[in-house]
């Protein structure tokens, strides 16, 4: 016990001479202290943004909804380019194929989409128009905040009512109730008959600015790009009960897809058909890169820190070297002499890691506010830049404390 | 009759220099008793020095044997020759060898730290041999505000606050005036009659007569090894 309470007592007169050290060469002590300060501060707001970007993800796909497969008429982007004769076909029987025929689906939401440009006095907005059935707001969790959704009755009279998003309502109404208005989309009227729930935005990505109109009415009144039959769609969304019968239902759609326009064996399939549990996969990948990439530049600042420590912790061993020699002529063991110069940088890299840590707290907290980008820094982050700055402190303060204990007492005694 | 405090016996130390060998010290054999007061005199470039500096267990020797209160220093590793450094033997250096910008106080303390004192006891006992060399007023002055005698006693201080069994010293005086220099002699020998061995290198030949003894070294070997006659006492200050 007493033996461990020296033991400590012991580092607390290393912390003292490694302070008084320091202060000696102020200037030079909070130089490279500034080295390692840089490289913790990169390496945690590296780490916070890249955690921000997946958490922004998880949410852009959560807005997606759960458990649905996305079909498109055009090959699989990981089998080349796409060339205009690969492009497929989609159509609203196929949907109402897919709900019959494929186990699990529990909704079948056919779209077409195109750009649009909307007016109302004064004001205009471009945006993208989803044409769409009831169905689109079940399967992709899309309810309206005011006003209705679209009904089977609207689809059915191709009804020129229009449900619109936040930002576009912000755009053509400003404080106004949007619901009940008129506004002209491709100089065609239609009523404003509801507000899309707000689903925020992620990544510079605004889910708030698009319309829903009915399928039938796009179709007629705004399709701009010509499509090859009277009930082609630009996609499908394919809900599922659950995730099992999503992963099941996936193959299933590709090969009935296959067989409904002859493909023939070993062409590849027109169609693509991803799952938003893909997409996730995916995309989750596709951050994690990018947090290991952004991790690695800011890990190289941290590297240059400690050889800034390493450098002049050998420049210290150098000058005190007479000092040293009279340490060991006092009783100073190798170990008394090596902890010492190990606690100087220790002191040096904790010190760095403290400020960084906290101006990355900071500047994570500044981004967030400014960029609308969540950049958490969590206890984690926090307790790894500490034990990275001792690791650091270690890693390259042993190496001259090291080569400072193995001085012999009378070499160094004699230096000047 | 109690052993021999340093006994040496064909005690060598060569250097290599530009392939040739130098035997700085070659083939010392000697005792010093407890209490003995010795003057260890020669040119520069002698041996002197390599001698102090292997009976200090600051340098190995090449052979031979050297007995440190009856411990053969071959079989000790470097930890060991540490501790013996710090427990028996008190260094004073020409040059004071002071740390900077640190208390009188905190430099007497520092052998302390090396043997495992705590901070208190650290204090009280240094603070106890600054007021016996008469600094009990110059505690928390560093080394840049005390005159050189005052740093040497200072030296002096911290080389007998672990209560060593001698007290090495290499040319203490060669950096004081003469008033000052008798002033430390003065205190060497109030030590030696308290019963501290004390062994001196010097090339003056009138700071070895404050000694007892007087050996001398030329070309690494001891050429005289005689009491001194005519012993000068000098007035403690």
Redesign the interface.
């Known amino acids: 016990m007493s033996k461990l309470l020296?033991s400590i007592?012991?580092w607390?007169?290393n912390i003292a001479i490694a302070m008084?050290a320091l202060r000696?060469n102020l200037m030079r002590s909070i130089l490279t202290t500034l080295g390692v300060m840089i490289g913790v501060f990169s390496v945690i707001l590296a780490v916070a943004v890249g955690n921000g970007a997946q958490v922004s993800v998880t949410q852009q796909i959560a807005t997606l909804g759960s458990n649905m497969a996305i079909v498109v008429p055009q090959p699989d982007s990981g089998s080349g380019p796409p060339r205009s004769t690969d492009r497929g076909r989609l159509t609203e029987r196929d949907g109402r194929a897919i709900l019959r025929q494929v186990s699990g689906v529990s909704a079948v939401a056919p779209q077409i989409r195109s750009s649009v440009q909307l007016v109302t006095p004064g004001r205009s907005a471009t945006t993208q128009a989803t044409g769409a059935t009831p169905e689109y707001g079940i399967v992709s969790n899309v309810t309206a905040s005011e006003g209705r959704f679209l009904t089977d009755g609207d689809v059915g009279a191709a009804a020129r009512v229009v449900v619109i998003g936040q930002t576009v309502a912000d755009k053509l109404f400003a404080d106004a109730n949007p619901v009940g208005e008129t506004v002209r989309i491709n100089r065609v009227p239609f009523k404003v008959i509801g507000l899309l729930e707000s689903k925020g935005s992620n990544l510079g990505n605004d889910n708030d600015d698009q319309i829903v109109v009915p399928i039938t009415t796009l179709r007629q009144r705004l399709q701009t790009t010509a499509m090859q039959g009277p009930d082609d769609v630009t996609l499908l969304f394919v809900g599922f009960e659950d995730e099992d019968s999503l992963l099941a239902g996936q193959q299933d759609i590709k090969r009935m897809l296959r067989d409904r326009y002859r493909v023939p064996k070993g062409r590849i399939s027109p169609f693509t058909v991803r799952t938003t549990t893909e997409i996730a996969e995916t995309t989750g990948q596709v951050t994690q890169i990018f947090q290991a990439v952004l991790v690695a530049i800011a890990s190289i600042s941290l590297l240059v820190g400690g050889i800034g420590i390493m450098n002049i912790m050998l420049v210290s061993v150098t000058e005190r070297t007479?000092?040293i020699g009279?340490?060991?002529?006092?009783?100073?063991?190798?170990?008394?002499i090596r902890n010492q110069f190990l606690v100087e940088a220790a002191v040096l890299c904790v010190i760095g890691g403290a400020i960084g840590l906290t101006l990355a707290v900071l500047a994570a907290a500044v981004f967030q506010q400014v960029a609308d980008f969540p950049a958490p820094v969590g206890l984690d982050t926090a307790l790894m830049s500490v034990a990275f700055s001792a690791i650091i402190g270690i890693l390259f303060g042993g190496y001259p404390a090291i080569r400072a204990s193995r001085l012999?007492?009378?070499e160094a005694?004699r230096s000047e | 009759m109690t052993a021999p405090l340093l006994e040496t016996h064909d005690l060598v130390k060569d250097y290599v220099i530009g392939g040739e060998v130098l035997h700085a010290v070659n083939g010392v054999s000697l005792s010093i008793k407890r209490g003995e007061f010795v003057a260890i005199m020669g040119a520069s470039g002698s041996g002197k020095s390599t001698f102090m500096?292997m009976i200090?267990c600051?340098?190995v020797p090449t052979s031979g044997t050297l007995l440190l209160d009856g411990i053969d220093t071959k079989t000790l590793d470097?930890?060991a020759l540490?501790?013996i450094?710090?427990?028996k033997i008190g260094?004073v250096f020409q040059q004071f060898?002071l740390?900077a910008?640190?208390s009188a106080l905190d430099n007497v303390a520092?052998?302390l730290?090396?043997?495992?004192l705590?901070?208190t006891e650290r204090r009280e006992r240094a603070q106890a041999k600054l007021e016996a060399m008469g600094l009990g007023n110059r505690l928390q002055n560093t080394p840049a505000k005390l005159s050189g005698g005052q740093q040497q006693r200072v030296a002096i201080a911290?080389a007998l606050v672990?209560d060593p069994l001698m007290l090495l010293a290499d040319e203490p005086t060669g950096a004081l005036d003469t008033q000052t220099s008798l002033d430390i002699m003065g205190i060497f020998q109030k030590l030696n009659d308290e019963g501290i061995t004390l062994i001196v290198v010097t090339h003056e030949p009138d700071i070895a007569e404050y000694a007892e003894r007087r050996i001398v070294f030329r070309d690494g070997r001891v050429i005289e090894d005689a009491a001194v006659k005519s012993r000068r006492r000098a007035v403690a200050g």
Not at chain 1, 326 to 336: N, Q, T, W
Not at chain 2, 113 to 116: D, H
């Open positions: 020296n007592a012991g607390g007169v008084t000696t007479r000092e009279l340490r060991m002529a006092l009783g100073a063991k190798r170990s008394d012999s007492p009378i005694l | 500096n200090g600051l340098d470097s930890d540490a501790e450094r710090n427990r260094f060898n740390l910008r640190t520092v052998p730290i090396y043997a495992g705590g901070y911290r672990t």
